[in-house]
């Protein structure tokens, strides 16, 4: 097996690939490749291909993937090795309907134990896919429940003890899509691939001999680890070509520990989607913040704009910006008669109905004063024998979570919870934004910043995470446990 960065990682992984530039890439100190590549927005966007249902009536959701090795070229004359399922990088787009029953069968090919976590789903416990439920290399896993919830983008990926960063850097993630009768009636964009787009935006950082550049020290724990390139479906500056007035692209915030500010150069859109599904009315916006882990829905009408090539342009925090994909506007067919003005009824969730409210800080500590220990909630590190919270079924929570960090350690957090969808009650105090007021599963939670978030605690007891969506957070144990008791 010569896996050796996935298998490896770390500092083995520097020293082996070396600083053997050809000329072909620049190399910074470290023995990076330096963002000279040539955006040339060549390559047609790739369009996950919609995973096949076994079931043949349509009458339930059965399915058959496998998390595998691969390989894939990002750079001429490299071979770069990855991951995937069922293919050799990110995977297939999962389509389910509220109400059918969901049965998957995963097997795990890698050399290596897995998770095949349901991001944003409300399931059963054991069928979480959290780190609760490994997978052996060469063993299985047969989740089976029935979908219970709305039309939403949600999003799987390994979540296994401290592997989450390094396998979704190597490619392990998919989309999940539920939809329903509402989405089924209203007249947006709804033809996948051509003018209902998956848009998996996540960077990368290679080494020199084309692999992906995943370190785990303390610099990368406490920073991320922050790309300079970026992908958008695995393929570094595609091209999107539609031929419809409108498109809705379903922004998934892919990377491991990266916010990005997205936006089509001054271009409005409409969102009409956060995580947890559709919004009360779409929202005119004219950028989205997204932290790693969350998802928004945006339709852009190209009508002004035939013939003509838009941006889509990536802000990262603290980093650089990207031209990340380009938007080839061949004709404008009209798709639809135009935008409904309202979307669906967002159920509110009214303070006073709230039985319990729980406080969380997350805190970031700085290098050296604590050792290693220094990404903690409620001063507590990740324990899988520990349950930090407990909830009661049926329960209806305020959770308040502050991030709290020294001063020379700021950095931002993406608070998210396993099972259930919350509403973001405030931020500091404040009502969040419009495009915040609808369902979530994760949200970005600032250096000093307090949110707080209200969600109900229905149907299934059982075991779930809750943890800083920052991978590599994550992976050194800003995680906690609770349990619905
Ligand atoms: Cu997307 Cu526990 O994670
Ligand atoms: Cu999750
Ligand atoms: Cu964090």
Partial sequence: MKRRQFMQGGLAAIALAGV???GL????????????????FSTALPIPPLLENLDKTGLTAQFKMAAQLGQRSFFPGKITETAGYNGNFLGPTIRVRNGQRFNLRVDNNLPEVTTLHWHGLHLPAKWDGGPRQPIAPGASWNPDFTIKQQAATLWYHPHAMGKTGEQVYHGLAGLFL???EVSDRLDIPKNYGVDDIPVVIQDRRFFSDGQFAYVQNMHETMNGVIGNY???????SPTLSVDKQRVRLRLLNGSNSSIYKISFGGQPFQMIASDGGFLDRPVSMTSILLSAGERAEVVLDLS????????????????????????????????STGLPQTLQKVERIPESEADYTRRFVMQSMGMGMMGGGSLTINGKKMDLNRIDEKVKLGATEIWEITNKSAMMMSMPHSMHLHDVQFQILDRDGRRPPVHEQGRKDTVLIQPGETVRIISRFLD???????????????DDGMMGQFEVI
């Avoid at 941006?311 to 980093?319: A, H, I, T």
């Fill in 20 to 22: 053997g530039s050809t």
């Fill in 25 to 40: 890439f620049l190399l910074n100190k470290k023995g990076f490749v330096s963002t000279v590549y040539a955006a040339d």
């Fill in 178 to 180: 539920i939809e329903d």
């Fill in 230 to 236: 970026m992908l958008v479906n695995g393929a570094m």
């Fill in 304 to 335: 002004s704009l035939k013939g003509k090539k838009l941006s889509m342009l990536v802000d990262q925090r603290g980093g650089d910006r990207f031209e990340a994909m380009q938007i080839n506007v061949v004709k404008t067919l009209q798709s």
């Fill in 460 to 474: 299934y007891k059982g075991v779930y995470m809750y943890h800083c969506h920052l991978l590599e957070h994550e």
